[in-house]
């Protein structure tokens, strides 16, 4: 069964420094996605991403995130200052179908703790 | 913004007992998915629903697509120790889902 793999699958960091989270999708897919789970939360909505550029993104998708998928295979989220508020379960998803197919696959998460 | 309501917000259930679950939310959606989140993992899909009053079953699964489409519930029946774990539904929508709150189904054996 074809996986997302994310890496790594826990960070810890330092306030105000930068995370880079990477997510490798499944291969054929065209449609990737960022979500966040903070602890004991719901699954939230950060950013979605299309042919090489953001379709939709939330408000909790601030300046300070930015995704790219720099080699055809990888696709990242970097959080460039980091805040406390940050720590969460950091989901990568990807999607092969088109707007009106959601079923995603969602990667195992990484654990982002920021002291 | 869109909000989903799930209920119940947790059940304790003993092992073999059937279990319902639902999700309404005040806007419509075109589409219904409902997930599954085992601890330190991501959710799963379980059941995706296209087309309002749909039945769709998926072993002991069932989920139905209100004829409304605000709403849609899960049914799982004979529930197993392996049925536990936090069941989301989400509407998606223009290239995001939005999540509801979850149920969180413990069951014992």
């Known amino acids: 069964e074809p996986e997302v793999t994310q890496t790594p699958s826990h960070q810890v960091t330092q306030m105000g420094q930068e995370v880079i989270l990477r997510c490798v999708p499944i291969?054929?897919?065209?449609?990737f996605y960022w979500y966040r789970q903070i602890l004991g939360q719901k699954v939230e909505f950060l950013v979605s991403?299309?042919?090489?550029?953001?379709?939709?993104k939330s408000e909790i998708f601030d300046d300070q995130f930015s995704v790219e998928r720099p080699d055809g295979s990888n696709f990242t989220l970097k959080i460039r200052s980091t805040k406390l508020e940050d720590s969460a379960m950091y989901f990568c998803?990807?999607?092969?179908?088109?707007?009106?197919?959601?079923?995603?696959?969602f990667g195992s998460g990484t654990r982002l703790t920021v002291v | 913004g869109q909000q989903l309501n799930q209920s119940p917000q947790s059940m304790f259930i003993q092992e073999g007992e059937d279990v319902s679950m639902n999700c309404t939310s005040s806007?419509?959606?075109?589409?219904w998915l409902w997930y599954k989140q085992d601890p330190g993992e991501g959710p799963v899909l379980l059941i995706a629903?296209?087309?309002?009053?749909e039945l769709t079953s998926n072993g002991r699964l069932t989920a139905q697509f209100g004829i409304t489409r605000k709403d849609s519930f899960l049914n799982i029946s004979a529930s197993i120790p392996s049925d536990v774990g936090i069941y989301f539904c989400a509407g998606p929508r223009a290239g995001k889902s939005t999540f509801g709150d979850g149920t969180t189904l413990t069951v014992k054996p």
């Open positions: 629903l296209y087309k309002a009053g």
């Open positions: 291969s054929n897919h065209l449609y």
């Open positions: 998803a990807s999607s092969g179908g088109g707007p009106f197919n959601y079923g995603y696959t």
């Open positions: 991403f299309y042919n090489n550029e953001i379709s939709e």
């Open positions: 806007s419509i959606f075109n589409t």
